[in-house]
């Protein structure tokens, strides 16, 4: 049996990537319309998110825990 050609497994790589972005701005974007009503129920001011909205805008290198 022959291995599949190139063209297969970079369009196969190339929709993989894609899948990943998509989830990876899905769960930003529940996260960031969520947090204001998450804030309301333990009382927090709107102002008390910005940390959680500064992380999610950095880069994924940047987020990530060293080590």
Same mark, same amino acid.
């Given at each position: /049996?022959?291995?599949? !050609?190139? *063209? *297969?497994?970079?369009?196969?790589?190339?929709? %993989? #990537?894609?899948?990943?972005?998509? $989830?990876? @701005? #899905?769960? $930003? *974007?529940? =996260? @960031? *319309?969520?947090?204001? &009503? /998450? #804030?309301?129920?333990? %009382?927090?001011?709107?102002? &008390?998110?910005?940390? @959680?909205?500064?992380? #999610?805008?950095? !880069?994924?290198? =940047?987020?990530?825990?060293? %080590?």
């Amino acid at each position: /049996m022959s291995p599949p !050609p190139a *063209t *297969t497994r970079v369009g196969s790589v190339v929709a %993989g #990537l894609c899948l990943v972005q998509f $989830v990876d @701005v #899905l769960g $930003v *974007t529940v =996260v @960031v *319309t969520a947090l204001p &009503d /998450m #804030l309301a129920d333990v %009382g927090g001011a709107p102002a &008390d998110g910005s940390l @959680v909205r500064d992380v #999610l805008r950095r !880069p994924a290198h =940047v987020r990530r825990p060293p %080590g």
